[in-house]
C-alpha cells in the first residue's frame, strides 16, 4: 500500500510569496501524487470547512505543515486551521486518537538569514527553540514528529534585486529537493 502524503501550505497570500510558492511547485513536481491544499485559496475568509479537512488528515499517512515563519510562528491562518482542526476529541484527549502514528514534518522559510537564529544575535534564539510549540503540538496529537525543513534569507523585500532573486530562488529549489528527500525518507 502506498503512503499518502498530505501538503498544507498556510501562506496566507501564496500569489504574494516568492521563495513558499516555488517549494511547493517544485514539490508537486516531484511528489504528483501528494494531495496539496492551499489554505488561501480555500479560506481567505477564515471559515474553516473542519469536516473535510478532518477527512484529510485521517486519509493522510504523511503531513507536511509548509509556510514562511510569520513573528516565530505559523501565521494567522494556519493557525486557526489548527485550531479549528485539530479539536479534543479528535487530535487530542482520552478519544481523540485520529492522528495517531501519523508522521508530522514541518518546512518553512524565513526572511531573516539562518545565522541571525542564535543566541547573542538579532533573533536571540535557536530555529529549534521556536519549534517547542510545534514539538508539543505533534507529541499531543500523538504524530510522529519528522526533521524539519528550513531554509532562511527569503525576504519578501529582496525580489526586486535580480541578483537576490537568482539566489533566493536558487535557496527555494534546493529547499525543495531537501523536502522531497525528507518525504521520502518519512515514506519507508
Not at 501550505?9 to 511547493?24: E, R
Request: proline letters at 3%; glycine letters at 6%.
Amino acid at each position: 500500500m502506498e503512503e499518502k502524503v498530505l501538503v498544507i501550505s498556510g501562506h496566507p497570500d501564496l500569489s504574494q510569496s516568492f521563495a513558499n510558492k516555488i517549494i511547493l511547485e517544485e514539490l508537486q513536481s516531484r511528489l504528483p501524487n501528494a494531495v496539496f491544499v492551499s489554505l488561501d485559496k480555500l479560506y481567505n475568509n477564515y471559515q474553516i470547512n473542519v469536516e473535510i479537512e478532518q477527512q484529510r488528515l485521517i486519509e493522510a499517512d504523511i503531513v507536511v505543515l509548509q509556510f514562511p515563519f510569520f513573528w516565530y510562528g505559523i501565521p494567522a491562518l494556519m493557525k486557526k486551521w489548527m485550531e479549528d482542526v485539530f479539536i479534543h476529541g479528535f487530535s487530542h484527549g482520552s478519544t481523540g486518537n485520529k492522528l495517531s502514528g501519523k508522521k508530522l514534518i514541518i518546512s518553512f522559510t524565513s526572511g531573516a538569514p539562518e545565522h541571525l537564529y542564535q543566541h547573542g544575535k538579532s533573533q536571540n534564539y535557536t530555529i529549534d527553540e521556536f519549534l517547542y510549540p510545534l514539538k508539543q503540538f505533534s507529541n499531543l496529537c500523538g504524530m510522529k514528529w519528522q526533521d524539519y525543513v528550513y531554509s532562511g534569507g527569503l525576504s519578501y523585500q529582496s525580489r526586486h534585486d535580480k541578483e537576490k532573486l537568482k539566489l533566493m530562488q536558487e535557496k527555494a529549489i534546493s529547499h525543495a529537493e531537501k523536502l522531497a528527500d525528507q518525504i521520502l525518507i518519512s515514506l519507508k
